[in-house]
């Protein structure tokens, strides 16, 4: 028996082109110390591993005639070598270059023909350090059915697990007559497939009606020669290129920001976003014309018995945010995130971030990938969104080899030229910003400006270390909120 795609698994296979690849990425960065970590051993281990998600070796079969959403089907031709693979940077390879090679490789498309996820294993940085990049389409991760491969490669011991191969074995490919007659046993005994089928063929008949429009205005605005949405900078159209920014900082600067001023350490990350916009948009001499707020999405665990539950013991929903990039001040833009988000922890559906971590085999690519499918059900009514995963304080290993950092690179939907990822882990926080190539080709600046105004806001909290405010007591930070 088949599993078929749900309707918004098709949605997102119809959303999908060359300039709007739907899949997430995470790029890790390993010291292989004397385990003897190398692409042999990361094949083995995948290789050992790929059992616990089966999915991966299955790929999307379309049903002739499309009178039934396409189904999961295993891969006849399953080949390990094409989806792990070798890559290299010149010696001493820097993180800059690290980027340029992930914008590359995050730029293309999945083979539909194949199972929907690839591995790179890069050799030749700094010190004697490797990385990983692994890529996995929306569609493969949900969450629910399946999680991410990073989450069953790494270890919380340096003593690596041998598993062993599994002995898995191709089933049959159906034939055409066989996904026929399927197609139509489910209509009859399934009736909910007949509902799935038409929303999906119905869902797609618009998308491609205002795929149409798109382009059309595109046409349109070019020989207007001006761009969309042209009193935002984060809006536009999207080319068929990226830019990968990437930033580490510390995670006691936030906690250090959070006993000051209260709040939660996602309310220090949003509020360092902020002003990290606000100053890449001075740089730009935008002179916060018009521009007041950037709405962003930003997807968060709750418990809500309407939402489908995943394997990370909650539901992800989208709450929206107004980022006040016009704000001046470090400590009125953190206060009036924490606000937004202050209705949210009252409502008791919040999900806090040491539960989150708590969950054995949480690895934050499973959430920052049911993020993305969060932004992208919603896809409209924000300018960017921010996925903020708590990670695990604790240091992470792939067969023996140390996990140093961990990097998310988020995909652009269409309209949306920059995406957020932001990972905490071992003590640091991780950005991860991904950027249309042409749409910003200063996004870089981003870098600087997100240290920068993670600056501000410790030498705020500095300032008033020690001091509370007359007529208040100090009381205990609430817990971090995801």
Same mark, same amino acid.
């Given at each position: 028996m088949t599993e078929r795609l749900r309707p918004r698994d098709v949605a997102i296979l119809a959303e999908e082109s060359a300039s709007t690849p739907m899949h997430n990425a995470t790029v890790e960065i390993f010291d292989p110390g004397e385990s003897g970590f190398d692409y042999a051993r990361l094949v083995r281990l995948v290789q050992e591993r790929i059992s616990f998600v089966p999915r991966y070796r299955q790929r999307v079969q379309v049903v002739p005639g499309r009178v039934a959403n396409p189904v999961w089907v295993d891969d006849d031709h399953f080949d390990i070598g094409y989806h792990v693979r070798r890559s290299a940077l010149p010696r001493p390879g820097s993180l800059d270059q690290l980027r340029d090679l992930v914008a590359r490789i995050v730029s293309r498309p999945l083979d539909r023909s194949r199972p929907l996820w690839e591995v790179y294993f890069v050799e030749g940085l700094a010190d004697g350090q490797v990385a990983i990049l692994s890529k996995s389409h929306q569609v493969l991760v949900d969450g629910i059915h399946t999680v991410d491969l990073g989450q069953v490669l790494l270890d919380k011991s340096p003593e690596p697990k041998e598993l062993g191969a599994d002995g898995w074995r191709a089933r049959g490919r159906p034939s055409p007559l066989g996904l026929m007659a399927e197609a139509v046993r489910d209509s009859v005994t399934a009736p909910e497939t007949v509902l799935d089928t038409l929303r999906s063929t119905t869902g797609a008949a618009l998308r491609g009606v205002a795929g149409t429009a798109r382009s059309a205005s595109r046409v349109i605005d070019a020989l207007a020669n001006?761009?969309?949405?042209?009193?935002?900078?984060?809006?536009?159209?999207?080319?068929?290129?990226?830019?990968?920014?990437?930033?580490?900082?510390?995670?006691?600067?936030?906690?250090?920001?959070?006993?000051?001023?209260?709040?939660?350490?996602?309310?220090?990350?949003?509020?360092?976003?902020?002003?990290?916009?606000?100053?890449?948009?001075?740089?730009?001499?935008?002179?916060?014309?018009?521009?007041?707020?950037?709405?962003?999405?930003?997807?968060?665990?709750?418990?809500?018995?309407?939402?489908?539950?995943?394997?990370? /013991?909650?539901?992800?929903?989208?709450?929206?945010?107004?980022?006040?990039?016009? *704000?001046?001040?470090?400590?009125?833009?953190?206060?009036?995130?924490?606000?937004?988000?202050?209705?949210?922890? *009252?409502?008791?559906?919040?999900?806090?971030?040491?539960?989150?971590? /708590?969950?054995?085999?949480?690895?934050?690519?499973?959430?920052?990938?049911?993020?993305?499918?969060?932004?992208?059900?919603?896809?409209? /009514?924000?300018?960017?969104?921010?996925?903020?995963?708590?990670?695990?304080?604790?240091?992470?290993?792939?067969? /023996?080899?140390?996990?140093?950092?961990?990097?998310?690179?988020?995909?652009?939907? *269409?309209?949306?030229?920059l995406a957020i990822g932001v990972t905490s882990y071992d003590g640091h926080v991780y950005y991860g910003l991904t950027a249309d190539r042409d749409m910003l080709p200063d996004a870089d600046l981003l870098g600087p400006c997100l240290q920068e105004a993670l600056d501000e806001l410790v030498d705020s909290a500095r300032g008033t270390r020690g001091r509370v405010p007359r007529g208040r007591k100090r009381r205990k930070p609430p817990e971090e909120s995801s």
């Open positions: 001006r761009t969309p949405s042209a009193d935002s900078p984060i809006i536009g159209p999207l080319s068929q290129q990226r830019r990968v920014v990437a930033v580490r900082t510390d995670l006691a600067d936030y906690r250090l920001v959070r006993e000051a001023h209260g709040g939660t350490v996602n309310d220090v990350v949003l509020a360092t976003v902020t002003g990290a916009l606000r100053a890449w948009l001075m740089t730009r001499g935008e002179s916060m014309r018009g521009i007041r707020r950037v709405r962003a999405v930003v997807p968060i665990s709750v418990i809500d018995a309407e939402l489908e539950a995943t394997s990370l /013991g909650s539901q992800i929903a989208a709450h929206f945010v107004d980022l006040p990039v016009w *704000e001046a001040s470090p400590v009125v833009r953190l206060h009036q995130v924490s606000y937004s988000f202050q209705a949210h922890k *009252e409502t008791g559906r919040a999900v806090a971030a040491s539960r989150l971590v /708590g969950i054995s085999g949480f690895a934050p690519a499973t959430f920052h990938a049911i993020g993305s499918r969060v932004a992208a059900v919603e896809r409209r /009514g924000y300018q960017l969104s921010v996925t903020n995963v708590p990670g695990p304080q604790a240091p992470l290993y792939a067969a /023996g080899a140390r996990m140093l950092a961990t990097y998310p690179v988020p995909p652009l939907l *269409e309209g949306h030229p």
